[in-house]
C-alpha cells in the first residue's frame, strides 16, 4: 500500500454527508459537508462516469483518451430520493448514491441484481511528498467475480488475485508476472453472475490495481495524483463493455490497408543494402509470402533519427522503389530522443522553437538512449505535434517509406534507475501544464500520434501505418502495437498469446508479438509453433535482436521453412476473412480476438481459459506450446465446430485431446461459418483476385457471415466504395440454402465465387440460383462439392 510520508501518516480521508445536489441536463453533482463533490455524468444508458474531487475544485475536463467522436445519449434520466440515497435510473441501470458517505451501489435495471459496490468508496490520503491526494476506490468483489483485461499484462486472463501497476516502462526481457511492462490501459471488465461490466479509471498518473489480491473479497484501485475520475460501463454482455470501451477511446481512424495485415520480417537490424536485398530475394526464391520489410537504428547516420547512413544506404530512395516493386513495403524505426549535436538539423530545429521538455528548474531534460544524450520533443504539445508529423515529408513522400515504427517512446532513458525521465520533466499537455508525473503514461502515445498525423498527411491517399511499443489508452486510433522484447522461450510463446488475446479485450486489436523472441534465439521448433500463433495476430511480424543468429523463415532448415510457408500462405488465404474481422472492430469496436470468456462468458468453463481464442468470428485456434507435442487437450466453446484439417465434426462443452503434429495446429470453424479465401500470394495486390473462394461449412440450422472488401488501400471506401456481402445460410436435411445480401458500391474483380461445401450430408441433386435450375456443368460441379456460380445470386439452393 503507499504510504504518505515517512514523517507522518495522515491516514485516509472520507467525504461526509451530502449537503446539496443539483442537475445540469445529465450532469448530477453531490456536494458533502467537507467539501468533497461527486459528479456523475450519465453518458449513456450504460455508462456512467464518476468524478470526484476533494476540494470543491475540478481540474480543466481533459482527457487524451475519450474521443470526441465517442457516442453519447440515453433514453432515461430520472433522479429520486429515499431516506438513504439519490436514486439515478436509466433504462440500463439503477445507481443507488449513499446521503451519507457518496458510496455507490449499481443494479441491473431490468432484474434488479446488484452489480457494483462501493467498499470504501472514494477516499483519499494528502500526499506530503507531491502535493495533492493519492486518490483510492474500493468496491465489494461479488461472490465468484473475475476480472479480465487491463491491457498489457504478461499473466493468465483471469486476474483475479493479482495486484498489478501502470506505468509505461520499457521492460527488455520481460517475463511472466513482470510488472508494469510497455502500456497502461487502466480498463478491466469484471464478470459474476453471468454478467460483466467494465471499469476505465482515465487517469495518467502511477496507478494501480487490486484485484482480491490485499483482501480476498475487496476490488480497489487508486493513483499517485490527480482525480479519481472513472467510468462504469454496463454490459451485461462482456462483448457490449468492450465495444462501448473501445467507443468511448475509439476505434481506428481508419481501415489498415490490407498489405499491412500481410507477414512483416524484422531484425535489429538489416543491413547494409545488399543485406536487406538479400532477405527480400529469399522471400520470393523461397516463395514465402511477405509484404513488409522492416530497417532498425541502424539505417541512421548515428542514431540520428530522419537521417540515413550513407554507408549502409547510399540511395535510400532508389532502395525503397526497388523493394516496392518487388512488393516490399518498407518501415523505418523512429526513437523520439533526439541527438544533441549542433550539425544536426533536427536538434538544432527542435532547439530554436523550444520543443524539448526541461527539467522544472530549467535546463533540458537530457537522457541517454541509443545516439547517446539526447533531448526529447514534448509530443504532449500540440505545436511539436505538427512539427514532428511535419518531419515525416521526406521520408514519406519523397523516399517512399510506407510505415513508421515508434519505439523507445514510454520514453525510454538508459543507464538511469527508473528507465525515464525523472518525475519533475514539464509537459504542456495541451494545455494543461503538468508534471511527468501525469505525463508519462500518455507520452508514447502522443508521439505515436503525431508519428500518425505525418503518416496520414504524406502517405495521402493511401493509408497511414504506425507501429508504437509504449501506449494509454485510446492509442488504437492511431496505431498498430507490438509487445516488446520478449524472450525465445516456449514459456514466452505462452505469454504472447495471452498478451494478444489481453490487448483485444482492451479496446487494442491491431497487436502482435515478435515472433519466435527478440531476445535469444528459438529453435526451429519453437520458431515454427510461434509462426502457427503469430498468423492469428492482427499484427504478424518475426523481429529478433539478431545477437543470437537469424530469425528468417528459412534458418531453421527445409522442414522448418516448409511449416512455416505454410501457415503464412494460410494467413494469406485467409486475408479477406481477417479483414472483414478488422472492419467489424473499426466500424463497431468488436475485438478481432476474443478469449473464450469473451466469446462465451455464459459458460464457467470459459472463465479461467488461457490458451484458446476466437479469430474472428468463426475460427477458433489454439497454439501449441510445449516442445515434442503431436497434439493439446483444448477447451472447444460450446457448439458444433469442424476441425479445419480433417473436417471432422466435434461437439463443443468439453476438454478434448486434439492431434497436431509440427505441420499443424488445432484449427476449428464453427458450424454454418462462410469463410472468405483469396489465393495465395506473395504479398498483396500480386496477383488480381478473379474468383473469391467460400468455404462453407454445413449447418443444420441457421448463420450469418460476412465479407467485406474494398480498394485494399485509400479512403474510397468511406464514401460508400466497399462491398458488403451478408450471407445467410440455412442448413436442413436436404437442402442448402444461402442467401446473400450485398451493399456498398465497390465492384470486387471477380465475377463468381467458387462454393467449397464442407460436410454436406446429402448428394447434390439439384441446384437453383434465384429460383432457376442450373446444369452441374455450368456451375463445373463434378462431385467433389466444389461449385462455381455468379457473385451476383441472391438465393442459392442446393437441394438432394
Ligand atoms: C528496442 C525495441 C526493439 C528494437 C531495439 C533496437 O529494444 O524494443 O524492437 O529492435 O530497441 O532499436
Request: charged letters at 25%; hydrophobic letters at 35%; a negative charge.
Amino acid at each position: 500500500m503507499i504510504l504518505n510520508t515517512e514523517l507522518e501518516y495522515k491516514g485516509n480521508l472520507f467525504p461526509s454527508q451530502i449537503v446539496s445536489y443539483e442537475k445540469h441536463l445529465n450532469v448530477l453533482s453531490f456536494t458533502t459537508e467537507n467539501g468533497a463533490v461527486l459528479q456523475v455524468t450519465v453518458r449513456r444508458d450504460s455508462i456512467l462516469r464518476f468524478r470526484f474531487t476533494t476540494t470543491g475544485i475540478f481540474e480543466n475536463d481533459f482527457s487524451y483518451a475519450i474521443t470526441k467522436y465517442a457516442s453519447r445519449g440515453y433514453n432515461l434520466l430520472e433522479v429520486t430520493e429515499n431516506d438513504k440515497n439519490y436514486i439515478i435510473t436509466t433504462t440500463k441501470l439503477i445507481c443507488h448514491i449513499s446521503k451519507l458517505d457518496l458510496r455507490t451501489s449499481i443494479y441491473d435495471a431490468i432484474d434488479k441484481s446488484l452489480i457494483c459496490e462501493d467498499e470504501l468508496g472514494f477516499h483519499w490520503e494528502e500526499s506530503y511528498e507531491f502535493g495533492g491526494n493519492v486518490v483510492k476506490m474500493s468496491k465489494t468483489a461479488q461472490p465468484g467475480e473475475s476480472y479480465y483485461g487491463l491491457g498489457d499484462k504478461p499473466v493468465d486472463n483471469n486476474l483475479k488475485g493479482k495486484r498489478f501497476e501502470n506505468w509505461v516502462t520499457d521492460s527488455y526481457a520481460y517475463g511472466r508476472n513482470t510488472d508494469p511492462i510497455y502500456k497502461t490501459i487502466p480498463f478491466y471488465t469484471a464478470l459474476h453472475n453471468k454478467k460483466s461490466y467494465g471499469i476505465f479509471f482515465d487517469n495518467t498518473f502511477r496507478s494501480f490495481f487490486d484485484f482480491c489480491h490485499e483482501r480476498r473479497n475487496i476490488t480497489s484501485f487508486w493513483a499517485q495524483g490527480g482525480e479519481m475520475n472513472y467510468y462504469f460501463i454496463y454490459g451485461p454482455e462482456m462483448s457490449d463493455v468492450v465495444v462501448n470501451y473501445t467507443d468511448l477511446t475509439g476505434k481506428p481512424h481508419q481501415l489498415p490497408a490490407l498489405w499491412t495485415l500481410g507477414y512483416h520480417q524484422c531484425k535489429w537490424s538489416y543491413y547494409p543494402e545488399s543485406n536487406v536485398k538479400e532477405i527480400t530475394k529469399k522471400f520470393r526464391d523461397l516463395k514465402i509470402p511477405c509484404d513488409a520489410i522492416y530497417l532498425d537504428i541502424d539505417y541512421m547516420e548515428g542514431f540520428r533519427c530522419f537521417t540515413w547512413s550513407e554507408e549502409y544506404f547510399p540511395n535510400p530512395k532508389r532502395m525503397v522503389k526497388e523493394l516496392a516493386d518487388d512488393g516490399f513495403k518498407t518501415i523505418v524505426i523512429i526513437d523520439p530522443g533526439i541527438k544533441i549535436d549542433m550539425d544536426y538539423s533536427v536538434f538544432r530545429e527542435g532547439l530554436e522553437k523550444d520543443y524539448f521538455c526541461k527539467r522544472a528548474d530549467g535546463p533540458y531534460m537530457k537522457g541517454k538512449v541509443w545516439p547517446g544524450e539526447c533531448y526529447f520533443p514534448d509530443f504532449t504539445n500540440p505545436e511539436v505535434r505538427e512539427w514532428w508529423a511535419n518531419l515525416f515529408q521526406e521520408l514519406v513522400e519523397d523516399i517512399g517509406v510506407k510505415g513508421v515504427w515508434n519505439d523507445m517512446n514510454e520514453p525510454a532513458v538508459m543507464d538511469v534507475p527508473g528507465k525515464t525521465f525523472p518525475n519533475d520533466v514539464r509537459h504542456d499537455y495541451d494545455g494543461n501544464q503538468c508534471s511527468h508525473r501525469k505525463a508519462h503514461n500518455v507520452y508514447g502515445m502522443q508521439m505515436a500520434r503525431a508519428t500518425y498525423q505525418g503518416l496520414k498527411k504524406f502517405s495521402y491517399p493511401k493509408r497511414p501505418f504506425v507501429i508504437t511499443r509504449a501506449a494509454y489508452s485510446g492509442t488504437q486510433r492511431y496505431t498498430s502495437s507490438w509487445t516488446g522484447d520478449n524472450i525465445a522461450t516456449w514459456d514466452h510463446l505462452t505469454i504472447a498469446n495471452l498478451q494478444a488475446q489481453r490487448m483485444c479485450m482492451s479496446g487494442f486489436s491491431f497487436i502482435g508479438s515478435d515472433i519466435g523472441g527478440f531476445a535469444e534465439q528459438p529453435n526451429g521448433e519453437l520458431y515454427a509453433r510461434w509462426i502457427q500463433l503469430g498468423i492469428f495476430h492482427p499484427f504478424c511480424r518475426t523481429h529478433s535482436s539478431g545477437d543470437h543468429g537469424d530469425q528468417e523463415p528459412w534458418a531453421f532448415g527445409t522442414a522448418i521453412t516448409d511449416v512455416v510457408r505454410k501457415f503464412i500462405e494460410l494467413r494469406y488465404q485467409l486475408l479477406p476473412y481477417l479483414y472483414t474481422a478488422f472492419w467489424r472492430y473499426a466500424e463497431e469496436g468488436i475485438p478481432i480476438l476474443k478469449s473464450l470468456v469473451l466469446y462465451d462468458q455464459h459458460d464457467p468453463q470459459t472463465h479461467y481459459r488461457n490458451d484458446e481464442f476466437v479469430f474472428g468470428e468463426k475460427i477458433l485456434a489454439c497454439p501449441i506450446t510445449a516442445p515434442n507435442q503431436t497434439g493439446r487437450r483444448l477447451y472447444i466453446p460450446r457448439g458444433k465446430w469442424y476441425n479445419f484439417w480433417s473436417d471432422e465434426v466435434v461437439e463443443g462443452g468439453t476438454e478434448q485431446w486434439v492431434d497436431a503434429d509440427l505441420d499443424s495446429m488445432p484449427i476449428f470453424v464453427k458450424e454454418g461459418a462462410i469463410i472468405p479465401k483469396y489465393p495465395i500470394q506473395q504479398y498483396v495486390g500480386e496477383k488480381t483476385i478473379d474468383e473469391l473462394l467460400l468455404d462453407v461449412y454445413y449447418k443444420e440450422g441457421k448463420e450469418t457471415s460476412e465479407v467485406y472488401e474494398d480498394a485494399t488501400d485509400g479512403y474510397d471506401y468511406i464514401k460508400g466504395r466497399y462491398s458488403l456481402r451478408t450471407f445467410k445460410l440455412s442448413g436442413k436435411k436436404k437442402e442448402l440454402i444461402i442467401q446473400q445480401h450485398k451493399s456498398g458500391k465497390f465492384i470486387t474483380t471477380y465475377k463468381t465465387f467458387k462454393l467449397n461445401l464442407h460436410g454436406l450430408p446429402f448428394k447434390i441433386s439439384k441446384v437453383e440460383i434465384d429460383n432457376v435450375i442450373i446444369p452441374f456443368k455450368d456451375l463445373e460441379l463434378n462431385g467433389d462439392n466444389t461449385l462455381v456460380l455468379t457473385k451476383e445470386f441472391s438465393e442459392l439452393h442446393i437441394m438432394a
